[in-house]
Every structure is written in C-alpha cells, then in structure tokens.
C-alpha cells in the first residue's frame, strides 16, 4: 500500500504497521524484560536503580591494630558506663552527711593531772621552748651564774621558780622531780592514756638538767652546791 509522501516520494505503509498502540507497548515489555536477563554491570545498575546501600564496615582500624566493630563499639559503651557509675557513686558519697564519732570528754582526773602539770611549764626559768603552753609565760634570768665575779658555776639557767615569785630552790625541786619520776615507773600507762608521758618527761628532764648544774657531777668529790638561785645571786652549802 502506497501513500503520498509530502517530500516527494513514495511512502509504503506496511499492514504490520498498524498495529495498536496497546500492542507497541506489550512489544516494548517484552524488549524490557530480555534486556533485564542479562546481568547488568555496575554503572548499568546505577542507572537502572539508583545508588545503592553501603554495607557497614565489620572492623575499626585504629591506627595500631584492627579490631571488630561490635568489640570497639562494646568497649568503648563499657567505659562510659563505668566512668559514668564511678563519678555517680563518688558524688553520693560526698554529698551524704558523715555521723563521726567524737571521742568522749576528758574524765576529771585528766583534767586535774593536765592542770597540775601545766603549774611546771608556768614555773619554768631560762629560754622557754616555743611549744611552752602557757602563753603569758616568757623566757626569764637568762644571765643566772654568768657574771664576772662567778668562779666556779658559769651556768645556772634554767630550773624552775620555787612559787610565784623568782626564786629557784634546790630542794623543793629535787623533791618534786624525784616524785614526778617515780610517778612515772609506776603509772606509765595511765599518763599515755591521758596524753601526758611525754609532757611529763619534758618536764622531769627540765628540772635535772638544772640540778646537774648547780655542783660538779663530773668530780670524784662533791664539796659545794648552788642550793638556792634568787635575781642573779646564789648560795653555797
């Protein structure tokens, strides 16, 4: 079958030509579905359906060394946890009130053996220690037994003052040191238990080291004694 053809020939029209637009289009399905049978490569596949999902990666690499995901991804959900468990309790911890338990009040025998001892650091002559608790109390006759005229004792500082005024006393003091001493062997215990033996100890050791100055303990014979101190002066028997 020929028709005219505006150009100027002949235009053959086929039969088979005049199909239906139905049957075009189930023509083109059926091309579609072969030229999907054949694999497709990559960039066909992009074309086709787009770009597809990235797999997640099964590792980390951390530099150093190569470790599974779920490993690190634990590890590091551990740590946080931990971290996060350890400042909660530390906070509580802090925050909650503490019931301390105060030690109970001195009985009153400690208290009086803490009173009668301070007397001693109140009645001490020469160049008080810095720790002296009685703090009215200063250093005192700094110059007992050192003037030109002394002969034999170039040193009497120290001891302690017979009362309240500024007298040393030899036999009083040996009295109360030798009475302080023996209280000490016997009753040790109970002045650690008060907090006091070494006070005490101080304290005996400030009055003998005294006394050994008041004669010549280095002598096979003893002849005289500084028996009694008072305002830069003494006395001999």
């Not at 597809?52 to 779920?70: A, F, W």
């Amino acid at each position: 079958m020929y028709g005219r053809d505006p150009w100027g020939g002949p235009l053959e029209i086929n039969a088979a030509d005049s199909a239906t637009d139905d049957d075009r289009s189930r023509n083109l399905q059926d091309l579609d579905r072969a030229a999907l049978s054949r694999p497709l490569d990559e960039t066909q596949q992009s074309w086709l359906l787009g770009p597809g999902e990235q797999k997640k990666k099964k590792y980390v690499d951390l530099g150093c060394i190569i470790v599974s995901r779920k490993i690190f991804v634990w590890t590091v959900g551990t740590l946080l946890v931990s971290a996060f468990l350890a400042g909660f309790i530390t906070l509580i911890v802090k925050t909650v009130p503490r019931h301390r338990h105060s030690h109970p009040p001195p009985d009153n025998y400690t208290l009086a053996l803490h009173k009668a001892l301070m007397f001693f650091n109140a009645q001490r002559s020469g160049k008080l220690p810095k720790h002296n608790n009685v703090s009215w109390r200063g250093s005192s006759c700094l110059d007992d037994g050192k003037s030109n005229t002394a002969t034999f004792y170039k040193d009497l500082v120290g001891g302690y003052y017979d009362a309240g005024d500024a007298i040393k006393f030899n036999f009083p003091a040996s009295f109360a040191m030798t009475m302080l001493s023996w209280s000490v062997i016997e009753y040790s215990a109970k002045y650690e238990a008060a907090g006091e033996l070494n006070h005490v100890k101080e304290i005996i050791k400030w009055g003998t080291d005294y006394l050994l100055k008041t004669f010549n303990h280095s002598a096979d014979t003893i002849d005289r004694i500084a028996a009694q101190v008072h305002l830069h002066t003494w006395s001999f028997i």
